[in-house]
């Protein structure tokens, strides 16, 4: 039986958390509601509800310029990471790796740094290099931030497997690439894809690396930064309404693909 | 070829990468930093003028001090709120835990641009905050004292990070083994003892973690000042930026981005430290 002063401290945790999620949340309310409705004075007018907003961003080509420019770095950049971190998390978990905490380190760093230098770091080496800035360099940058959630998500299974899986496949008379092909990658595969969907979700709305690397080209975060400066539209609430579903959608992948071994886990 | 040296064959080309996209832009900026400009070209003599002049002059480590102090702030805060709220989670039973924790994790991945703009329209002048305080009589007429100072780059900042500190403290809270608790409360602890002796110790570490990242993402931080900090709102991430555009002084830029890498580094270190610690 639970006494008043055992629940106390679950009502007032619970307050806690129910006012953090109302503010946690209150953006994605606010531009959803701001995206359909005018409101003027405090009021919402009910009747100017509509949805010509999300119409009109079809049309606006620097908006769609953006779109393309993400979908392009997010593909491409996740792509990259992801291979890497199936080699790096394959030779310092099976191969015995020389200078392992040294290597962990320095792909976790740009994900530990404040993205203000990482950003830099890349801006700079860019301009030694006599490299332009453009979709290349946001790509370089996206994969370099994402590759510390794709090695852990990757090294994170692997550590999981027992080794006398690839025992028993090299005993079996299978070569190393036989092995990684037939034991390990089928094993890995839904890790990999986990840790490629969150990727992209980081990729999507990654905004300070890119704002050092971008040059004159433009993904979408920045293109809203740019179109808040001037003020606030209904159309660029219906593009952030947009903007937040499609990163809550591939919030929720991410979730449901890692629930069932959390769950396995605990029981 | 000997044994070692085809490990470290294999090392070179699976590091290359790494060190080529990570290794190679951090050292080039520092190397940058020990360069000076004049009139928009970088002179290439090693000099440590840049150093000096940071330190020298209280507008740039005046501001640094105070963005440290800041950001101190925010990492208090937001691990005050924060240990709450992943504590009431881990309290729940099944698949509601994972639900909150889903929804408390979520903001991670909503447009960091667009936090910023709502959280800058709810704190302005007829935002939700003011109409709140007039709603609840605690004010008479609104007040401007939400937006365009410090206080703001604070609550947006606590705002934005929470999420960073929920997950490792929860993630620690869980990995706290059942038996534990049933033994302390067997051999008699009450709620709270158990609480202050078994459950607070062991979930250090991830509070440590959850702080650091708090910590080292408010300490770079450039467009939350910008966005809600106004003119007064000013930090040493806005300093460096400033540098590498309007100012044009990209070696100057990078000194100060240098110290800001060694204090994360700094923390991101004693944090492992003290993680690493715990676990013996």
Request: aromatic share 12%; proline share 4%.
């Amino acid at each position: 039986m639970r006494t008043l002063g055992d629940r106390l401290p679950l009502w007032i945790t619970g307050t806690v958390t129910g006012l953090v999620f109302i503010l946690l949340y209150s953006p994605v309310f606010i531009s959803l509601l701001f995206s359909i409705v005018e409101i003027r004075q405090g009021k919402i007018l009910w009747e100017t509800l509509s949805f010509k907003h999300y119409v009109t961003l079809w049309s606006n080509p620097s908006v769609m310029a953006a779109l393309s420019n993400t979908a392009i770095v997010a593909l491409i950049s996740v792509a990259v990471a992801t291979v890497l971190a199936l080699v790096l998390a394959l030779y310092t978990e099976w191969e015995g790796a020389l200078g392992r905490r040294a290597l962990e380190l320095v792909i976790y760093l740009p994900f530990l740094l404040p993205p203000i230098v990482t950003g830099l770091a890349l801006l700079v080496a860019s301009a030694e290099l006599g490299l332009n800035r453009g979709l290349v360099t946001i790509v370089l940058g996206h994969a370099v931030f994402v590759l510390a959630v794709a090695y852990r998500l990757v090294l994170t299974r692997l550590q999981a497997l027992p080794h006398s899986l690839v025992e028993a496949s090299f005993d079996l008379g299978a070569g190393r690439l036989q092995t990684l092909r037939y034991v390990l990658l089928p094993h890995l595969a839904s890790a990999v894809m986990t840790g490629a969907v969150l990727a992209l979700t980081l990729s999507f709305d990654e905004t300070l690396i890119s704002t050092f690397v971008a040059g004159d080209q433009m993904t979408l975060p920045l293109r809203l930064w740019a179109m808040m400066r001037v003020g606030f539209t209904p159309e660029i609430n219906a593009l952030v309404t947009l903007v937040l579903l499609v990163s809550i959608i591939l919030a929720i992948i991410v979730a449901w693909r890692m629930q069932p071994k959390g769950q396995a886990e605990e029981g | 070829m000997t044994e070692m040296g085809k490990r470290w064959l294999v090392f070179l080309g699976v590091a290359f990468v790494p060190a080529l996209l990570i290794v190679a832009p951090i050292t080039s900026f520092l190397v940058l930093s020990l360069y000076r400009a004049e009139k928009n070209l970088i002179i290439r003599e090693i000099t440590f003028g840049n150093y000096a002049n940071f330190f020298g002059n209280w507008t740039y480590f005046g501001t640094f001090l105070g963005t440290v102090l800041l950001c101190l702030e925010v990492m208090g805060a937001a691990v005050l709120i924060g240990y709450p709220v992943a504590w009431f989670i881990w309290q729940q039973k099944g698949s509601r835990r994972y639900l909150l924790l889903l929804l408390a994790v979520m903001p991670l991945f909503m447009s960091y641009i667009v936090k910023l703009y709502t959280l800058r329209s709810m704190l302005g002048l007829n935002g939700l905050v003011n109409q709140a305080l007039l709603g609840l009589g605690i004010l008479e007429r609104p007040s401007q004292a939400f937006l365009f100072n410090q206080r703001a780059v604070l609550i947006t900042m606590v705002v934005i990070y929470l999420p960073f500190v929920i997950l490792p403290i929860f993630l620690a809270l869980e990995r706290i083994p059942r038996s534990l608790l049933q033994a302390s409360l067997d051999l008699g602890a009450g709620g709270w003892d158990t609480f202050r002796r078994i459950v607070l110790p062991l979930s250090l570490p991830g509070t440590v973690a959850g702080a650091l990242f708090a910590f080292v993402l408010a300490l770079g931080d450039f467009v939350t000042p910008q966005m809600v900090g106004g003119t007064t709102g000013f930090t040493i991430g806005r300093v460096i930026y400033s540098q590498f555009g309007l100012a044009y002084d990209w070696p100057f830029g990078a000194a100060m981005a240098t110290i800001l890498f060694v204090t994360a580094l700094f923390g991101i270190l004693l944090a492992g430290y003290s993680i690493s610690r715990q676990r013996v």
